[in-house]
């Protein structure tokens, strides 16, 4: 046939020839898919081009237009330059869009450049994005007048700081004399005594009976004291 192709909802795999259509076109939300032929395309934003793993070819016999907003699905072979191709005999028209690698999952070899977009007459624009679904790699875009190729790259792991331990100084222990309380005891006192004498009177005895010598008493001392 050779009137227009939308595909307004779902998935459309050509692996056959559509070359006939005068254009298909890929609306939001759908995906274009397969390793046939096409005629004019374009793929308007929301929209999908998924062709299919690293062995695959999608042709375009005419022009591409790849909107804003849409999405190009890449595959890449890990071991080999092998990957997600279209082909366009006509003009790409980029007016942006995002390269997303898809896998599949591998050890990739440093330095390889994927061909995933060629043009005849020329590749027009850039996407604005390129995102690859595995963390290790950091995925590049490279451009020529003709050719789109992608790069990817091994993300350098995160180098930790060795850690240093810091040596333990133990501080001395000073030991503190131990001080006793001082005890103070109470002074006592005692009282002061003083010591008086007290002359007692002599006694005088009548002549009956005095003595040949008469004799004083000895003094008695007599104790005060004073608190």
Do not use: C
């Not at 930790?160 to 005891?185: H, N």
């Amino acid at each position: 046939y050779t009137g227009n192709t939308t595909i307004a909802g779902g998935t459309l795999f050509v692996n056959g020839s559509i070359a006939s259509s005068s254009l298909t076109a890929v609306a939001s939300g759908t995906t274009l898919g397969g390793g046939g032929a096409l005629g004019n395309t374009r793929i308007d934003s929301g929209a999908t081009l998924a062709p299919g793993g690293v062995s695959t070819t999608l042709t375009v016999n005419g022009d591409l237009t790849i909107a804003s907003g849409s999405t190009y699905q890449v595959y890449a072979d890990p071991s080999s330059a092998q990957s997600t191709l279209v082909k366009v005999t006509g003009t790409a028209l980029l007016q942006g869009g995002t390269v997303m690698h898809v896998g599949p999952d591998g050890t990739y070899l440093p330095g390889i450049s994927y061909t995933i977009l060629t043009a005849n007459n020329g590749v027009t624009g850039q996407f604005v994005d390129v995102q690859s679904n595995y963390a290790y790699l950091t995925p590049n875009l490279a451009y020529t007048a003709t050719t789109v190729t992608l790069e990817l790259q091994r993300r350098n792991a995160p180098t930790q700081s060795p850690v240093t331990e810091q040596p333990v100084t133990e501080q001395p222990v000073t030991e503190q004399p131990v001080t006793e309380p001082l005890v103070t005891e109470p002074l006592v006192t005692e009282p002061l005594v003083t010591e008086l004498l007290v002359t007692e009177p002599p006694v005088t005895q009548s002549p009956a009976t005095q003595s040949p010598a008469t004799q004083s008493p000895a003094p008695r001392p007599l104790r005060f004291a004073s608190a």
